[in-house]
């Protein structure tokens, strides 16, 4: 069964550096998001992109972050000064459309950040 | 998007039938209902979708009665293996805006041998 697969496993950073978190959704998915959860938290709903732009942003979701699909199979998320509250682990997930089908999620990046 | 209560925490054995119940006393008559399981330092895994009635597939069967204010994920003869988290979400389907998913606490359950 196809997969999303998401890189680095283990993100370890220091305050205010940036980080970029990859993504390689379902080759043949139009729908791309990620959510975060903090440790012993929810997971929550950051962004969602379609067609090469963000459709939805969630509160969190600030200037500090920013999304790409740079090519034809990669997703990735960007946070430009990382803060310690940024630790947690960042969920990518694809869907085929937005109407009524699953989304699929990757394992996810730990992001810790020192 | 309808607001969902489910229990916190279950306790199975291995080989048992699990019942978790999901109340949405508002949801709305284009509302899907969805669930989701999540296995510690893995992403959620969608388990089954239903509008009305009953689903089922090789995982689960969803129990959704006439008037919808409710749900039962039913789970049978449970491993060691289905000890996770799982989650109930009712939302719209589709039409931008609406595909994003709201994780509540979700019900954690676990299975004893």
């Known amino acids: 069964e196809p997969e999303v697969t998401q890189t680095p496993s283990h993100q370890v950073t220091q305050m205010g550096q940036e980080v970029i978190l990859r993504c390689v959704p379902i080759?043949?998915?139009?729908?791309f998001y990620w959510y975060r959860q903090i440790l012993g938290q929810k997971v929550e709903f950051l962004v969602s992109?379609?067609?090469?732009?963000?459709?939805?942003k969630s509160e969190i979701f600030d200037d500090q972050f920013s999304v790409e699909r740079p090519d034809g199979s990669n997703f990735t998320l960007k946070i430009r000064s990382t803060k310690l509250e940024d630790s947690a682990m960042y969920f990518c997930?694809?869907?085929?459309?937005?109407?009524?089908?699953?989304?699929?999620f990757g394992d996810g990046t730990r992001l810790s950040i020192l | 998007l309808a607001k969902t209560t489910q229990p916190i925490s279950m306790d199975s054995y291995e080989g048992q039938e699990v019942n978790i119940t999901c109340s949405h006393n508002?949801?709305?008559?284009?509302?899907?209902i969805t669930w989701y399981q999540q296995f510690p330092s893995q992403g959620p895994r969608f388990i089954i979708q239903?509008?009305?009635t009953k689903v089922t597939n090789e995982v689960a069967s969803l129990f959704i009665p006439a008037d919808r204010k409710s749900s039962t994920l039913s789970l049978p003869r449970v491993s060691l293996s289905d000890t996770a988290v799982y989650y109930c979400?009712?939302?719209?389907?589709?039409?931008?805006?609406?595909?994003?998913?709201?994780f509540g606490a979700g019900t954690r359950l676990a299975v004893h041998p």
């Open positions: 508002n949801i709305a008559t284009n509302d899907y």
């Open positions: 239903g509008y009305k």
């Open positions: 997930a694809s869907s085929l459309t937005d109407s009524n089908q699953p989304q699929h």
């Open positions: 992109f379609y067609n090469n732009e963000i459709s939805e």
């Open positions: 080759s043949n998915h139009l729908y």
């Open positions: 979400l009712v939302g719209p389907p589709g039409n931008g805006g609406y595909n994003k998913l709201i």
